[in-house]
């Protein structure tokens, strides 16, 4: 079935320093790739996604590209702040199978001043 | 505002006790979706519902039930719950399964 693999964390890092965040999935067929961020003590909020290979999503600094080859989704940024601390997940839906979203365990991001 | 609205936020309830978490969105979204969140498990997604009288399994229903008689509800019932499904839930409605799916606060549940 459908599966989504993120590394472990927590991740921490000092403020300003490059994020990555790696995300591997598996899937038959070509599936929509998200990324969401859940702040303390709140519900998930979308942060970007891609839905064909090559394409890239980005919001609020972050990036991600679709890499097909290697069945990726990485989450990247430049230069962290404090702010971006949270549990950031990987998900993707695929619709040639059931119509599921299938979401990654999730990585505790902590930036420290 | 657009929202997605789960209630109670908390709960703690004895083993057995029927209980209804509820979920309403203002969004006219078709697809709807219950979530168990667990420590090293990430999300997991219990039931779905692509439209009204349309639902389906997720991973993990076992202990679940949902239904969909209108629109914008969805609750969540759990017949005779037991201790392992304390647990962090969340609602999500989206305007269909590929597209940003939004989520409630979240229900946490401690079945004793």
């Known amino acids: 079935g459908d599966s989504v693999t993120q590394m472990e964390g927590p991740v921490t890092l000092s403020e300003e320093a490059f994020l990555t965040i790696n995300c591997t999935y598996t899937?038959?067929?070509?599936?929509?790739l998200f990324w969401y961020v859940q702040y303390p003590g709140e519900g998930l909020q979308l942060l970007l996604k891609a839905t064909k290979a090559d394409d890239k999503g980005s919001n609020k600094g972050f990036e991600a590209t679709y890499r097909k080859e290697t069945t990726s989704f990485h989450l990247e940024k430049g230069s962290v702040q404090v702010s971006d601390s949270a549990v950031y997940f990987c998900a993707l839906f695929y619709s040639g199978g059931y119509q599921k979203v299938t979401f990654g365990t999730g990585t505790k991001l902590q930036v420290i001043p | 505002e657009a929202q997605v609205t789960q209630n109670p936020r908390y709960l703690i309830t004895v083993t057995g006790k029927k209980l209804t978490v509820t979920c309403s969105q203002n969004m006219n979204h078709e697809y709807m979706s219950w979530y168990r969140q667990d420590p090293g498990l990430g999300l997991r997604q219990i039931y779905y519902s692509m439209n009204v009288e349309v639902t389906d399994k997720g991973d993990v229903p076992e202990g679940y039930k949902v239904s969909r008689k209108e629109k914008r509800n969805f609750p969540l019932i759990l017949e005779s719950p037991s201790p392992n499904q304390t647990s962090l839930y969340f609602c999500?409605?989206?305007?269909?399964?590929?597209?940003?799916?939004?989520f409630g606060q979240g229900t946490r549940l401690t079945v004793v």
């Open positions: 899937a038959t067929g070509y599936p929509s």
């Open positions: 999500a409605s989206s305007l269909k399964p590929n597209t940003e799916a939004f």
